[in-house]
C-alpha cells in the first residue's frame, strides 16, 4: 500500500548545529504537510507545499518538495532549545485523501 | 476559533471500566479523526469520519474500541472494556476537507491500571 518514509527516527545535534529530516513517499503526492510535536504536546501544523520543486521558507525552516512530488525535507539552521520536539510529514491518499503520515524525526538537542 | 476541544485531558481508570473520550472539532470542518499515540507504535490512526460517516475504521484495534459522530460538533471514542495496553494518549483532530490540514486537540492522556 501507499506509504510515507521519514529518517532518521532520532537525531541529536548541538544546539547551533543544523538538522535536517527526509520524508519520501511511494506515490506521488498532490501535497505534503509538516507537523511539529513538541514534547508532552499535540502536533502543530507548520505549512503544506503543493508545487513541484516549491520551496518555502519560516525563519530557520527551510521546506522543499521534490521535482516529482515523491520527496520532501525539512531543514533547519542553527537550531535552539524552543526547536526540540518531533517533526512530521503527511501526504493525502491517492485513493480517499485520508493522510498518511511519516513516522516522525525528533529533534534532540545534547546537553 | 477554540481550536479542537477534548475531554477529559487525563484519565486513569482501572482495567475492565469503561472509557469514553469525547470530541468538540472546529466549527465548519468536515472531517474528524481519532489517533491515538504510544511510544512503542507512534501515531496510529484509528477511525476517521466525514459529514458525521465512518468512513475507515479498520485502525481501530479490536471490537472494545468504538467510536460515534451523532453529529457535526462532537465525537466519542469509547473503549469497552479498558485493558492496560490501551494506555496512550488520544488524539481527536478536525480538517475542513479530506487531505487538507489537520487540526489536533490537546489530547486525552488515558492510563489503565
Known amino acids: 500500500g501507499q506509504q510515507v518514509m521519514q529518517i532518521p527516527q532520532y537525531q541529536h545535534v548541538q544546539e547551533g548545529e543544523d538538522f535536517t529530516t527526509y520524508c519520501n513517499s511511494s506515490?506521488?503526492?498532490?501535497?505534503i504537510q509538516w507537523y511539529k510535536q513538541r514534547p508532552g504536546g499535540h502536533p502543530v501544523f507548520l505549512i503544506q507545499?503543493?508545487?513541484s520543486g516549491e520551496v518555502k521558507k519560516q525563519k530557520r525552516l527551510t521546506f522543499q518538495f521534490g521535482e516529482a512530488k515523491k520527496n520532501s525535507s525539512l531543514h533547519i539552521t542553527a537550531t535552539q532549545t524552543t526547536d526540540v520536539g518531533t517533526y512530521f510529514c503527511?501526504?493525502?491518499?491517492?485513493?480517499?485523501?485520508?493522510?498518511?503520515w511519516g513516522a516522525g524525526t525528533k529533534l534532540i538537542i545534547k546537553p | 476559533d477554540a481550536g479542537v476541544i477534548q475531554s477529559p485531558r487525563h484519565e486513569v481508570t482501572e482495567m475492565g471500566q469503561e472509557v469514553t473520550l469525547r470530541c468538540k472539532p472546529i466549527?465548519?470542518?468536515?472531517?474528524l479523526f481519532w489517533y491515538r499515540q504510544t511510544m512503542m507504535r507512534g501515531l496510529e490512526l484509528l477511525i476517521y469520519?466525514?459529514?458525521?460517516?465512518?468512513?475507515?475504521d479498520s485502525g481501530m484495534p479490536e471490537d472494545r474500541f468504538s467510536a460515534k459522530m451523532p453529529n457535526a460538533s462532537f465525537s466519542t471514542l469509547k473503549i469497552q472494556p479498558s485493558e492496560p495496553r490501551d494506555s496512550a494518549v488520544y488524539f481527536c483532530?478536525?480538517?475542513?476537507?479530506?487531505?487538507?490540514?489537520?487540526?489536533f486537540g490537546p489530547g486525552t492522556r488515558l492510563l489503565v491500571l
Open positions: 483532530a478536525s480538517s475542513a476537507l479530506l487531505g487538507e490540514t489537520q487540526y
Open positions: 466549527s465548519g470542518h468536515n472531517s
Open positions: 469520519f466525514n459529514n458525521n460517516v465512518p468512513i475507515d
Open positions: 506515490t506521488t503526492l498532490s501535497n
Open positions: 507545499l503543493v508545487k
Open positions: 503527511a501526504g493525502p491518499k491517492d485513493s480517499n485523501y485520508q493522510l498518511i
